[in-house]
């Protein structure tokens, strides 16, 4: 996944139990634009929060049913906890349920449904939510 695209690659964490679902994402973030990224993928939430403790992820693709958890509001919690900052999206194949109302009151960032990656999105979502937050310049620099 890592070229010299953009500069220093970002380093995404899919967490899906479906290991099918590490195949696809990685063929469309080939054909994506824009940020190289590094996927690394995991299939539970104990490995998910072991890799977020080791500091090397920048953001984490989040399946929203993790077996034995029953959804994000169980699982997103736990990388929290284990000090992760980054942003965290929640992927699933129904994002039409009310509880995804309440993402940020259990700390993620965002939600995609799995028929809407494409290079595109992902391409938005990494730009999106890596780029720097202050700009070049503040008002601090005029005075």
Same mark, same amino acid.
């Given at each position: 996944?890592? /070229?010299?695209?953009?500069g220093t690659p970002v380093r %995404?964490?899919? #967490?899906?139990?479906?290991?099918?679902?590490? $195949?696809? +994402?990685?063929?469309?973030?080939?054909?994506?634009?824009?940020?190289?990224?590094?996927? /690394?993928?995991?299939?539970?939430?104990?490995?998910? %929060?072991?890799? #977020?403790?080791?500091?090397?992820?920048?953001? $984490?693709? +989040?399946?929203?049913?993790?077996?034995?958890?029953?959804?994000?509001?169980?699982?997103?919690?736990?990388?929290?906890?284990?000090?992760?900052?980054?942003?965290?999206?929640?992927?699933?194949?129904?994002?039409?349920?009310?509880?995804?109302?309440?993402?940020?009151?259990?700390?993620?960032?965002?939600?995609?449904?799995?028929?809407?990656?494409?290079?595109?999105?992902?391409?938005?979502?990494?730009?999106?939510?890596?780029?720097?937050?202050?700009?070049?310049?503040?008002?601090?620099?005029?005075?």
């Amino acid at each position: 996944m890592s /070229d010299t695209r953009n500069g220093t690659p970002v380093r %995404v964490l899919l #967490v899906d139990d479906d290991p099918a679902e590490h $195949v696809l +994402l990685r063929r469309k973030l080939e054909k994506a634009e824009g940020k190289a990224v590094d996927l /690394d993928y995991v299939g539970d939430i104990e490995a998910a %929060v072991e890799k #977020v403790k080791s500091g090397a992820i920048d953001m $984490v693709f +989040l399946d929203n049913r993790l077996v034995p958890n029953n959804d994000f509001r169980e699982t997103a919690p736990q990388l929290r906890q284990a000090g992760f900052i980054g942003p965290i999206g929640i992927i699933s194949s129904d994002i039409s349920g009310k509880y995804f109302e309440q993402i940020r009151e259990y700390g993620v960032d965002f939600k995609i449904g799995k028929d809407e990656i494409d290079r595109t999105v992902i391409s938005f979502i990494v730009e999106e939510y890596t780029k720097e937050q202050l700009s070049d310049t503040c008002s601090e620099d005029y005075m």
